[in-house]
């Protein structure tokens, strides 16, 4: 059905005259004639009576009115729902749990007028084939993996160094420990079955091991993070990697330790990636706020990944 035929008859309803319609629609009384008419073969129907003093709506045209009406309301919520600003802003936070969700919680306190759809994507590849086709409006993700480059018109800023710990069970040697260098965890298991080959998270650690001379074991499954609690609660020899900036709660009776690492700190480098081409004003609003917090680059005594530099 023709929208602008539809919003023609409408008009005429609502004046009770085609050239009254005509001089609010910016077209020829002609025009408006032609619209009405074919809108009533379209139907089938009469929608008007023509008098002398105008139009008057048949039987047929009052039972079209409203659902007319609805019509032109629902295209016009149609064409909001997408209008720059008007849709919410998609985020892919990568884990519910990971600290990018407490970057877009912060966000949110700060612009509580800003709506979010915040999504959880698997891999950076998917994200960012998510990015060029318009799917979410941006992600957070550590860039560049080995051998990989980010597509033309992607965009990155890094906005968060997240430091690391180490995670251990009241058994552990280290568990009383106040620090830990990380040359010292060199022959200790580090147990991170999450980390699935291909992942960024996944060459992140892989890059440290090589780096230190850690042993990070990946044998799974990965039964969630609950499970991984339980098993190093109750492990002399196991550990993992978490963060303070991670929200967890632990199970109670678990006497669990998270444990500082030095010499050096490493640290889990996150950045904001979105398309250059995006129009959405609240885009610009969640880079400025998170630009603030941008890490440096300089030897502040942490690491990362050559390439994440």
Same mark, same amino acid.
């Given at each position: 059905?023709?929208?602008?035929?539809?919003?023609?008859?409408?008009?005429?309803?609502?004046?009770?005259?085609?050239?009254?319609?005509?001089? $609010?629609?910016?077209?020829?009384?002609?025009? =408006?004639?032609?619209? =009405?008419?074919?809108?009533? %073969?379209?139907?089938?129907?009469?929608?008007?009576?023509?008098?002398?003093?105008? @139009?008057?709506? *048949?039987?047929?045209?009052?039972?079209?009115?409203?659902?007319?009406?609805? !019509?032109?309301?629902?295209?016009?919520?149609?064409?909001?729902?997408?209008?720059?600003?008007?849709?919410?802003?998609?985020?892919?936070?990568?884990?519910?749990?990971?600290?990018?969700?407490?970057?877009?919680?912060?966000?949110?306190?700060?612009?509580? %007028? =800003?709506?979010?759809?915040?999504?959880?994507?698997? /891999?950076? %590849?998917?994200?960012?084939?998510?990015? @060029?086709?318009? *799917?979410?409006?941006?992600?957070?993700?550590?860039?560049?993996?080995?051998?990989?480059?980010?597509?033309?018109?992607?965009?990155?800023?890094?906005?968060?160094?997240?430091?690391?710990?180490?995670?251990? /069970?009241?058994?552990?040697?280290?568990?009383?420990?106040?620090?830990?260098?990380?040359? &010292?965890?060199?022959?200790?298991?580090?147990?991170?079955?999450?980390? @699935?080959?291909?992942?960024?998270?996944?060459?992140?650690?892989?890059?440290?091991?090589?780096?230190?001379?850690?042993?990070?074991? *990946?044998?799974?499954?990965?039964? /969630?993070?609950?499970?991984?609690? &339980?098993?190093?609660? $109750?492990?002399?020899?196991?550990?993992?990697?978490?963060?303070?900036?991670?929200?967890?709660?632990?199970?109670?009776?678990?006497?669990?330790? !998270?444990?500082?690492?030095?010499?050096?700190?490493?640290?889990?480098?996150?950045?904001?990636?979105?398309? @250059?081409?995006?129009?959405?004003?609240?885009?610009?609003?969640?880079?400025?706020?998170?630009?603030?917090?941008?890490?440096?680059?300089? %030897?502040?005594? *942490?690491?990362?990944?050559?390439?994440?530099?």
């Amino acid at each position: 059905m023709d929208l602008n035929a539809v919003r023609t008859f409408v008009a005429v309803a609502e004046s009770g005259q085609f050239q009254k319609a005509a001089a $609010d629609l910016s077209l020829t009384q002609q025009a =408006v004639s032609k619209r =009405v008419a074919a809108l009533e %073969d379209d139907l089938g129907v009469r929608l008007f009576a023509r008098t002398p003093r105008g @139009a008057r709506l *048949t039987i047929d045209g009052q039972a079209f009115l409203p659902h007319a009406r609805a !019509l032109l309301l629902a295209e016009e919520r149609a064409a909001a729902s997408v209008r720059p600003g008007r849709r919410a802003l998609r985020v892919d936070v990568v884990g519910r749990r990971a600290a990018t969700a407490g970057l877009v919680r912060d966000f949110h306190r700060a612009h509580p %007028d =800003v709506e979010l759809d915040v999504v959880t994507l698997y /891999g950076a %590849d998917a994200a960012v084939e998510a990015l @060029a086709a318009g *799917t979410i409006d941006a992600t957070f993700r550590a860039v560049t993996m080995p051998g990989r480059r980010l597509p033309e018109g992607i965009r990155a800023l890094p906005v968060l160094d997240e430091p690391l710990r180490l995670f251990t /069970g009241p058994a552990h040697p280290f568990a009383a420990a106040e620090a830990v260098a990380l040359a &010292d965890l060199a022959g200790h298991r580090i147990w991170m079955p999450s980390n @699935a080959p291909g992942t960024e998270w996944a060459a992140y650690y892989d890059a440290l091991a090589a780096a230190f001379g850690l042993t990070i074991d *990946t044998i799974g499954p990965d039964f /969630g993070v609950e499970a991984l609690l &339980d098993t190093i609660a $109750d492990s002399a020899t196991l550990a993992t990697f978490l963060s303070e900036r991670t929200p967890l709660v632990w199970p109670v009776g678990h006497d669990m330790r !998270l444990i500082p690492l030095r010499d050096p700190t490493p640290v889990y480098p996150h950045s904001l990636l979105w398309h @250059a081409d995006n129009p959405h004003p609240a885009l610009a609003a969640l880079r400025g706020h998170l630009a603030p917090a941008r890490p440096g680059e300089g %030897d502040d005594g *942490t690491w990362r990944p050559e390439w994440a530099r």
